[in-house]
């Protein structure tokens, strides 16, 4: 475990080992979303009460999930950023901000598609939608800020600093609709109790969670290779990289 | 852990454990702000003030909806199954406006403590089913009251 925590300090290191993993995940990945995403949308049951319209949950709560989740894993690479000091928890959050933010569009942007029908409205401030769209600005605040300076060690820890802090937005997202009265509804699924929809219609929603968090790590992985050839791009291993093109032993898991 | 991290963990722990008090406590004291709408106990309470544009929410009560038949004009009560209050409206309704669902509406508390609504939006809960199965419920809970039985929450 330690070892290889230390190891991670190790860019030439990562770079392959990400190039390994990246194949499998984008994938996996493509085959679990699409299957959910199709199942979902052309197979599943009609809700009694919406018909077709509720299908748009099969996109909006992976990326509504996604969003949540991406923010709590770099808030964990800030942490490690200020404490540890690792240069690849930061390439992580500078990797990761732009995917959480459009991520997030997604997800507002479904959630109106599916509001105006359903209650009627596009938009109300209420606590859920308000505190999404929060964090839509957060994701876009970090990375306004990794671009803000010169030198990569006050950004790292500046944009680490804003991360953490940040981070207490994601409970309230999590709880705003059990806290307050919102119009947007409590969550359907809870880690304690079995669902309490079809397994007809949850299976195709698990699978295309599964199958976002997969892509997720593939173009973060991806989004993170790039990083490192860049910062290293002076060193001895990547101009070998860069030479030997495709024929290198360090794959790129790009696509 | 080396004592410099131990410390910088301790100052990053710090630091959001005081964030978070202060979220905590700012969210506490506007949480009549945050809400979106208040429910019939609170206006029956007299929480809501009157004449002043707010929202008021709960569920439509069964057997409340009545419609004037030559305009757009509804009146239905709003219950939270302790209080409840009664909304007047002219307009179009949501498609998912029915008796036993949710709603939020807009406007204003009158003098005699009725809710004139300039806007009705529907309020979704969080239950999704195949119609077979929301029909087989009502099936076997149209079967649980002719025989006196209690049926089980859904």
Known sequence: MWQFFHKLGSPKWFYGIAG???PWLLGLGLVLSLAGIVWGLAFAPQDYLQGNSYRIIFIHV????????VYMMMAVAGVITLVWKMKL?????????????????????????????TWGTWWIWDARLTSMLILLFLYLGIIGLSHAYSDEKTAARAVAVLTVVG???IPIIKYSVNWWNTLHQPATFKLTEKPTMVPEMWVPLLLAVLGTYLLFGWVSLYR???????????TRWVKDVIAAGGGSQLKSGGA | MNPARKRKLTIVLFLLAGVAVAVGLTTYAFRQNINLF???SQIAGGEAPVNVRIRAGGMVEEGSVARDPDSLKVQFRVTDYSSSVTVHYEGI?????????????????????????????????????????????????????EEGREMPEY
């Open chain 1, 20 to 22: 390994r993993f990246m």
């Open chain 1, 62 to 69: 992976p990326t509504a999930f996604l969003a949540q989740s």
């Open chain 1, 89 to 117: 928890a930061d390439v992580f959050v500078r990797a990761a901000a732009p995917v959480g933010a459009i991520l997030t569009v997604l997800a507002l942007f479904t959630g109106a598609v599916w509001g105006k029908p």
């Open chain 1, 167 to 169: 981070v207490v937005n």
């Open chain 1, 224 to 234: 993170m290779q790039t990083e490192v050839l860049r910062r290293e791009r002076r």
């Open chain 2, 38 to 40: 208040y429910d019939p």
């Open chain 2, 93 to 145: 309704l949501p498609d998912l406006f029915a008796e036993g669902q949710g709603v939020v509406a807009t406007g204003q508390l009158n003098e005699n403590r009725e809710f004139v609504a300039s806007e009705v939006l529907a309020k979704h809960d969080e239950q999704y089913m195949p119609p077979e199965v929301s029909e087989a419920l009502e099936r076997s809970a149209a079967r649980a009251r």
